[in-house]
């Protein structure tokens, strides 16, 4: 596609429910990452996929986060048992591997009531 | 861990310059960026410089970087109503992950 997509734009859940959120990256990038963005802060990093792999999944804040990238393209963020504190705006990049530039997607703004 | 640190709120005159800075800790860091975040939009890179960079122009954008002292500033000259958003400094390693400051609101006054 012509540039990072997520889905869904916006999403509400209530408190402890299951939900995933997708990425679709830009064709033929190999690395992708998945970024949080509380209220009036910066992106905080999750996890780094490199191709299939998570390369790096530093990030995840506790065993109820999850990612996966089965084939190398789409990704899926997974929150188990959601919380209020997971409200935020979650953000998808995308690049290819040694490019100095990652590209954004919109992002999903997850609200748990 | 690594921190990246920016000033909260600039406020300027339409047509001034602003200077927006950075500080950061990561030693490694090889490339430092600059993101434009607008109400409701995505993250826009405007400009990143390599670590062994001490200046880049672009346009009316100019990016310097001090690494003794891990400073990293960024001038916008001639301060447009446009240029009003939150801008991201932002540091990288080898991998593309980013370290992100907490942003610096720019709010222009016609």
């Known amino acids: 596609g012509a540039g990072v997509s997520q889905t869904p734009s916006n999403k509400v859940t209530e408190k402890g429910k299951y939900v995933e959120l997708r990425c679709d990256p830009i064709s033929g990038h190999t690395a992708l990452y998945w970024y949080r963005q509380s209220l009036g802060q910066g992106p905080e990093f999750l996890i780094y996929f490199q191709g299939t792999g998570a390369a790096d999944d530093s990030g995840l804040p506790n065993d109820r986060f999850f990612a996966v990238r089965p084939e190398g393209s789409v990704s899926t963020l997974k929150i188990q048992r959601t919380e209020r504190g997971d409200s935020a705006v979650y953000l998808c990049?995308?690049?290819?591997?040694?490019?100095?530039?990652?590209?954004f997607g919109q992002g999903t703004r997850l609200t748990v009531v | 861990g690594e921190d990246v640190e920016q000033s909260l709120f600039l406020s300027v005159r339409e047509g001034d310059s602003s200077v927006i800075n950075c500080t950061y800790t990561?030693?490694?860091?090889?490339?430092l960026y600059w993101y434009k975040q607008e109400p409701g939009a995505g993250l826009q890179l405007l400009t990143y410089i390599f670590s062994n960079m001490d200046m880049k122009q672009d346009q009316r954008l100019t990016v310097l970087l001090n690494k003794k002292d891990k400073h990293l500033s960024l001038r916008i000259a001639d301060t447009q109503t446009g240029d009003s958003a939150i801008y991201f400094c932002?540091?990288?390693?080898?991998?593309?992950?980013?370290?992100f400051g907490q942003g610096t609101t720019l709010q222009v006054k016609p």
């Open positions: 990049a995308s690049s290819q591997t040694g490019s100095t530039e990652a590209f």
């Open positions: 932002a540091t990288a390693g080898n991998t593309g992950k980013l370290i």
């Open positions: 990561d030693s490694s860091s090889t490339y």
